[in-house]
């Protein structure tokens, strides 16, 4: 008689979903953005890719760390997109697999080049909203007078007032 412990687990691997697919499902129980995801199934793939195919489950700190140096160091990545990829390798060890991740010591950081912020003076708002016409000029209004991002302003949909 076959052992109904093993035939149980088995089919239980079977059914699990892939990783990057439990990864999807957690981001949209969360309800974050398209954008988001899209973004975090990119670095996650990255890391297992950069670890040959590795599993995250049977990595740890230090996997993360070599690969958060790599893009530093060897990859040229900006402060910000090295950022990007510890946030979604951060989630994916929080929130999915359920590991708590250590300290990460040792990481080589990207420089954050020194930006002055730039901002338009008045007249040049005005020569801008003066070529802009029809729905770009209402875009671009929205845009500058409450602060909205570009996927928030082309989602917006008006509906009856009532």
Known sequence: MPDM???LSDKF??????LLDQV???????????RTEQSYI??????ILFHHKRHPRDMAET????FLTHLARDGGVAASTQNQALSALLFLYKEVLKQEMGWLKGVERAKRPVR???VLTRDEVHKIFANLHG???LMAGL????GLRLMECVRLRVQPVR
């Open 5 to 7: 412990t093993a035939t």
């Open 24 to 34: 999807r499902d957690v981001i949209r129980l969360k309800h974050f953005s398209i």
């Open 143 to 146: 845009f500058y007078g409450s």
């Open 13 to 18: 691997t079977r059914n699990k979903p892939k």
């Open 116 to 118: 002055l912020p730039v």
């Open 135 to 137: 729905t770009h000029r």
């Open 63 to 66: 996997e993360v760390t070599e």
């Open 42 to 47: 990119h670095w996650i793939r990255r890391f």
